[in-house]
């Protein structure tokens, strides 16, 4: 198995404070459970790299992109709504967060990798075109995806949501887009 299994080096920075649902104890479960199962052995780490802002802009307006980058604080905690929040170390993890899924699907459309998991937060998929909610900054799997579609040879993709709840951010980037199915 030639698995990739990306990761972000400042994701347990990204904490919102006791209590807040979306925690680093999400990947620290995640990363437990591989290494107890002895899956964790099979997967080639590889650390991501920022998402530059234009591949940021095939999934996102720019008043979303600028909303996010602005509200940014330097310390503390700043509020975006009443679910999404930011503190001085969630605009990188954003980044890094988005720009794991692009590094994925490039790794394995190119044939580097057989398949490929990206254990990332924030999370992304209640980000929308035009805004950020639901404490998703950018929508990571809609990015990743829209990168496939780039590439040559890709003509349709399907994005297989399985969160406890609906993925409303995919379903509205891709609602009048007939290459992609998202199934939430």
């Known amino acids: 198995m030639n698995t990739g ?5 400042l994701c347990e920075q ?43 802009s095939t999934a996102h307006n720019q008043d979303s992109i600028d909303l996010v ?16 929040s930011m ?11 988005a720009g794991a899924g692009i590094a994925a699907t490039q790794a394995v459309l190119s044939g580097e990798l057989n398949n490929a998991f990206c254990a990332v937060r924030p999370p992304g998929h209640h980000a ?19 990168h496939a579609l ?5 003509e349709r993709v399907a994005i297989l949501d399985f969160d406890v709840h609906h993925g409303n951010g995919t379903v509205d980037i891709f609602a009048k887009d007939p290459r992609v199915l998202v199934c939430s």
Not at 14 to 33: C, F, Q, V, W, Y
């Open 87 to 97: 503190n001085a170390y969630s605009l990188n993890a954003a980044l890094l967060a």
């Open 128 to 146: 929308e075109h035009n805004l950020p909610m639901g404490f998703c900054l950018f929508n990571n799997i809609a990015i990743a995806a829209l």
């Open 150 to 154: 780039q590439q040559d040879g890709i």
């Open 69 to 84: 980058h602005n509200t940014s604080p330097q310390q503390g905690i700043a509020s975006i709504d009443g679910d999404t």
């Open 5 to 9: 299994y990306f990761t972000l080096p």
């Open 14 to 56: 990204h904490d919102m404070g006791a209590g807040h649902p979306e925690s680093p104890k999400r990947l620290l479960a995640i990363n437990h459970t591989l290494q107890a199962t002895g899956l964790r052995q099979d997967l080639i780490e590889i650390t991501a790299k920022p998402a530059p802002v234009a591949d940021l």
